[in-house]
């Protein structure tokens, strides 16, 4: 029985997302443009079987592969958007699923936090290595969602609508979670533009659907 808890799909990489992904990829690197689709299911091992029916139905590259104990994720991308979609509705074909039947994302937290001083901010630049790094005087949002990988889709969306510069972004685990810093300006309109892409995703609330 295979639970889908993550089915986004993302249909242009932005530039600092990309790069970040890139960071953290373990298969084929993706590349600004690229048309990307995350898909979390549980139990995690189960995701193996999905990623084969991925690979051989389309063109698609897979970047990232996590198994974990309850929960297993597979990140495909390609240039051709077309490829990425198919390879998704097959998945979905194999599992007797429909993309509705992924669970819904639930915001367990969201915030803005003004005018950060040099002790906060050199303690998060510690912390993160993989992404840029957030300067004393600017504003920072941060965002956590369940299931974890969609907060990749946010982070896209969030670097489409505004001029703000990626932190973080982690989405594998239990919560995904996401920092951006910038001007206070374009922080409340990326954070706006995130918040309103993942409340318009479908899904079940609570656990998603068996198969």
């Not at 990489?13 to 970040?20: C, G, K, S, V, W």
């Not at 084969?52 to 139905?57: E, F, R």
Request: hydrophobic letters at 40%; one cysteine or more; a neutral charge.
């Amino acid at each position: 029985m295979i639970r889908l808890r993550t089915y986004v799909y993302i249909d242009s990489l932005q530039p600092q997302l990309a790069e970040y992904l890139g960071t953290v990829s373990q298969g084929f690197l993706p590349v600004p443009g690229d048309a990307c689709m995350w898909i979390e299911v549980s139990p995690g091992m189960a995701i193996h079987r999905l990623t084969d029916v991925a690979l051989k139905s389309t063109r698609v590259h897979l970047g990232q592969q996590v198994v974990e104990r309850a929960f297993g994720s597979m990140v495909i991308h390609q240039r051709d958007q077309s490829d990425v979609l198919d390879a998704g509705r097959t998945v979905l074909q194999y599992m007797r699923a429909r993309e509705d039947d992924r669970q819904k994302c639930r915001i367990a937290w969201n915030e803005v936090i003004r005018a950060m001083t040099p002790d906060h901010t050199v303690l998060i630049n510690r912390q993160n290595r993989r992404g840029s790094m957030i300067l004393p005087g600017q504003s920072m949002f941060i965002l956590e969602t369940e299931p974890a990988g969609y907060i990749v889709y946010a982070a896209n969306e969030a670097e489409k609508a505004s001029n703000i510069t990626l932190i973080d972004v982690r989405a594998v685990g239990a919560f995904g979670r996401l920092t951006l810093s910038g001007k206070e300006a374009d922080i409340d309109a990326a954070g706006h533009a995130a918040m309103t892409a993942i409340r318009g995703l479908t899904g079940v609330v609570g656990e998603p659907t068996t198969h």
